[in-house]
């Protein structure tokens, strides 16, 4: 069974009430904890490449490393291996068993090793990180995703829309992209069609924006604001006024 000492590697890397903080042993540990059992040799290719005496420089991190995690290191013989709680694996965990984006959220602490300095790791190791950290977000994401609720509103109704917005809201992210436009040559447009297309594009859009924010600073959470606009804006085109 992992020891009680849990490795943190979703935000930065630690052992959790340790003050050992030797960045090359605790990625090698992360590395093993989260692969499985590695060989001496393997390691040594993988996290000393072109260093002098690469198998020694292996022995010392294993012989720091062991002073933080003592029967959790076993490193007798041709194999390493680490036994040890790691915070992704938990994450991972909340996952399967509820497949609830806020349950894992709790476990997730931010980027895989997000802010560990990677230059002298190795280039397979650092490919290892930044796939580890992708594949641990796009497990969020697609969480998040599975609890997403898309909101059907006329956001020119602006009693109705704010309405709406404090009966479901607070909301973490607002997607808008309801859009309008009337066709034809600028020499032609009708004041009526101007204003169904400010009315929605802009008088719309703004007060629907408002009224989630305002949930959002009366909640006291961040959030992220989108409203989705034409490229037409960009390119222009004949007939498009």
Not at 28 to 37: D, K, P, Q
Not at 184 to 192: E, F, H, I, K, N
Request: aromatic letters at 6%; glycine letters at 10%; charged letters at 25%.
């Amino acid at each position: 069974m992992p020891t009680a000492t849990r490795l943190l590697t979703l935000g930065g890397l630690s052992l959790e009430g340790s003050a050992f903080a030797r960045r090359k042993p605790l990625l090698l540990a992360a590395y093993v904890a989260l692969e499985g059992r590695q060989t001496r040799q393997h390691l040594s290719e993988l996290f000393f490449a072109g260093a002098e005496r690469p198998r020694d420089r292996l022995a010392v991190t294993l012989s720091r490393l062991r002073t933080a995690l003592g029967a959790g290191l076993r490193a007798e013989g041709a194999t390493v291996e680490v036994d040890l709680r790691v915070d992704a694996r938990d994450f991972l965990a909340a996952l399967e068993g509820e497949e609830d984006a806020a349950v894992a959220e709790r476990c997730y602490g931010g980027p895989f090793l997000e802010g560990v300095a990677l230059a002298d790791a190795g280039v397979e190791v650092e490919e290892w990180v930044y796939a580890t950290r992708e594949f641990l977000a796009g497990r969020l994401r697609a969480a998040r995703l599975r609890r997403a609720e898309a909101l059907a509103l006329d956001i020119t109704d602006l009693d109705a829309t704010a309405r709406a917005v404090a009966e479901h809201g607070p909301f973490d992210v607002l997607v808008n992209s309801a859009g309008l436009a009337r066709h034809g040559p600028a020499l032609d447009t009708a004041p009526a069609d101007y204003d169904a297309a400010m009315d929605l594009n802009l008088r719309a859009a703004y007060f629907l924006t408002r009224e989630v924010a305002r949930g959002l600073t009366a909640a006291g959470k961040p959030g992220s604001l989108i409203n989705i606009s034409s490229q037409m804006g960009h390119v222009g085109g004949p007939d498009r006024a």
